[in-house]
C-alpha cells in the first residue's frame, strides 16, 4: 500500500535524525555542517517529505535573493526515487515561492544528472544559461521557472 506522505518545514532535529545517512541513504553533495548553515540562514527556507510513520524520505531547500529564489539542494532517499517525490518536493517549493510573491525560481544542474534535469523540464523549467567546466569537466546547466504572477 502506499504510504501518505506530508511535507513540512525542516528543522535542525529533522537534519539531526538523517546526519548518519546522508552519504549512504541520500546520495546527498552537501555534508552535515553545510546543510546546518544553511537551515540557520534567514534568507533559507527548507521543507522535507516524510511518511505517516516518520521516515524522512526527501528534503530541499532554496535561498531567497530579493525577489527570487535558488534551489540550494533537492534530494530523494534513494529507496525512494523515480516514485513522484522529487515532483512532489519541487511543486512544494513553487507554491512557497508564489506564496512568498517571488518572480522566479533558478537552479544549476550537472549536465550529466538526468533524472534531475528530466524532473525539472517535466516541471517547465527553461534553460537559460550554460557554465563550462563547472563539474569536473560537465557543464552547469542553468535553467529557471517563471512564477505566474497576477
Ligand atoms: C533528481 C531527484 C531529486 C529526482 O527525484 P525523484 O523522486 O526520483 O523524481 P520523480 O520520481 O518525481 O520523477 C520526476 C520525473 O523525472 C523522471 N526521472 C526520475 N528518475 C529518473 C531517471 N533515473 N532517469 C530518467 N528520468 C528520471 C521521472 O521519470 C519523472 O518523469 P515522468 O513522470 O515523466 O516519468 C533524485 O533523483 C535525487 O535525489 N537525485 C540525487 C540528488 C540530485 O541530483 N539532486 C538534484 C541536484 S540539481
Same mark, same amino acid.
Given at each position: 500500500?502506499?504510504? !501518505?506522505?506530508?511535507?513540512?518545514?525542516?528543522?535542525?532535529?529533522?537534519? !539531526?535524525?538523517?546526519?548518519?545517512?546522508?552519504?549512504?541513504?541520500?546520495?546527498?553533495?552537501? /555534508?552535515?555542517?553545510?546543510?546546518?548553515?544553511?537551515?540557520?540562514?534567514?534568507?533559507?527556507?527548507?521543507?522535507?517529505?516524510?511518511? /505517516?510513520?516518520?521516515?524522512?524520505?526527501?528534503?530541499?531547500?532554496?535561498?531567497?535573493?530579493?525577489?527570487?529564489?535558488?534551489?540550494? /539542494?533537492?534530494?530523494?532517499?534513494?529507496?525512494?526515487?523515480?516514485?513522484?517525490?522529487?515532483?512532489l518536493?519541487l511543486n512544494n517549493?513553487?507554491?512557497?515561492?508564489?506564496?512568498?510573491?517571488?518572480?522566479?525560481?533558478?537552479?544549476?544542474?550537472? !549536465?550529466?544528472?538526468?533524472?534531475?534535469?528530466?524532473?525539472? !523540464?517535466?516541471?517547465?523549467?527553461?534553460?537559460?544559461?550554460?557554465?563550462?567546466?563547472?563539474? /569536473?569537466?560537465?557543464?552547469?546547466?542553468?535553467?529557471?521557472?517563471?512564477?505566474?504572477?497576477?
Amino acid at each position: 500500500m502506499k504510504k !501518505e506522505i506530508k511535507i513540512e518545514e525542516m528543522s535542525l532535529s529533522d537534519l !539531526e535524525s538523517i546526519k548518519d545517512i546522508l552519504i549512504s541513504d541520500f546520495d546527498d553533495f552537501w /555534508n552535515y555542517n553545510i546543510l546546518k548553515e544553511e537551515l540557520e540562514s534567514i534568507d533559507s527556507k527548507y521543507i522535507v517529505a516524510k511518511t /505517516n510513520d516518520g521516515e524522512i524520505i526527501s528534503f530541499a531547500g532554496i535561498k531567497i535573493i530579493v525577489d527570487t529564489a535558488d534551489i540550494m /539542494n533537492i534530494v530523494v532517499k534513494k529507496s525512494w526515487r523515480n516514485q513522484g517525490v522529487g515532483n512532489l518536493l519541487l511543486n512544494n517549493l513553487v507554491s512557497l515561492c508564489k506564496n512568498l510573491n517571488l518572480s522566479s525560481l533558478s537552479l544549476e544542474v550537472s !549536465e550529466n544528472n538526468i533524472p534531475a534535469i528530466h524532473l525539472y !523540464e517535466k516541471f517547465g523549467f527553461k534553460q537559460i544559461g550554460l557554465r563550462k567546466d563547472y563539474y /569536473n569537466g560537465k557543464d552547469g546547466i542553468i535553467m529557471q521557472y517563471l512564477m505566474h504572477k497576477k
